[in-house]
């Protein structure tokens, strides 16, 4: 057959032509993805409803004026003028700036303590106990406390603890102290106190998560290795529990930044938070104000949480 009758043969049209399946499975993904939208949207509006709206109206009375007797909608920057006043003169730290160290503090004991705790808690659970059904029972004791009311587990240090209390008792009857101990309660120690007990769980579980989470095969690989259990510990299970040790601490931090209850029951209204000065501002209905540093209060959080997540890219580790 010459060149010039190949190059006569016409081209068969079903080769040609696009496969006809195509068109419809362009289609079919279209129709995914709407669908997917669709799930997604009942979630989306709750999101939108009680997280973006009021988020954006606390944003929008920032800027508002008010007096004495009334709150004035205009737009105005002294409302964040007088959270930072003082804060850039010189000389000694501002209200504010002393209020967010004293805030900054209670986040980072409360966060060491419900980390080790926490951790321990969890590598006992995961690692020690065989039994589903006893890491069932015992993951489920952690959770107990949540039965009751946070005030009620806080009220119940105060007879504990008290000058008074079964603590100062017992060392009185012990000879370890002449005379009660003042600094037990309504101080730094007994705020210390009732975060962690109040906080800890947030720790336990997605660090529990995180170690249920790891073959076993691996601790097994690395013991077969050579590595004692402690280098186990460190090399390996600590660099893999990371995402929970993340979660846990989010949680905790972000719940101690905003709390002003703990700090009111457990400091006896004599120690200053963040959390309490917005309190009190919107006790003595200063809105704006109160709004002014709930948004510093939202940056100083997201700049925490921002700073974790370039330490750890959950996304990643999840």
Known sequence: MSLATERA???????????????????QARRQRRLAYWQAA??????????????ALTLMVSFWEYNEYEIIPSFTLQNYADVFEGCFSGGDLCTTFR????TLK??????????????????????????????????LLCTIPFWTSNVIRMIAWIPLLGRNGLVNDGLMALGLTRAPIDGLLY????????????????MIVPIFNSMMRIDRSVLEAARDAGASDWQTLWTVIVPLCKPGIAIGSIFVLTLVMGDFVTVGVMGGQQIASVGKIIQVQMAYLQFPAAAANAVVLLCAVTLVIAGLTRLIDLRREL
């Not at 043969?9 to 289609?27: D, H, Q, T």
């Not at 980072?108 to 059904?133: D, E, K, P, Q």
């Not at 101080?187 to 947030?202: K, Y």
């Open 187 to 202: 101080s730094d120690f007994s705020v210390v106190l009732a975060f962690v007990h109040l906080n800890t769980v947030f």
């Open 99 to 102: 209020t967010y160290l004293s």
């Open 42 to 55: 009942p979630l989306a509006l709750v999101f939108l409803a009680f997280f973006v709206v009021p988020l």
């Open 9 to 27: 043969i016409p081209i068969p049209e079903a080769a040609a032509a696009p496969p006809a399946e195509a068109p419809g499975l362009a289609a």
């Open 106 to 139: 209670f986040c980072l004991l409360a966060w060491a303590f419900t980390l080790g705790i926490g951790f321990t808690v969890a590598y006992f659970v995961a690692f020690h106990v065989r039994s589903s059904a006893m890491q069932t029972v015992l993951f």
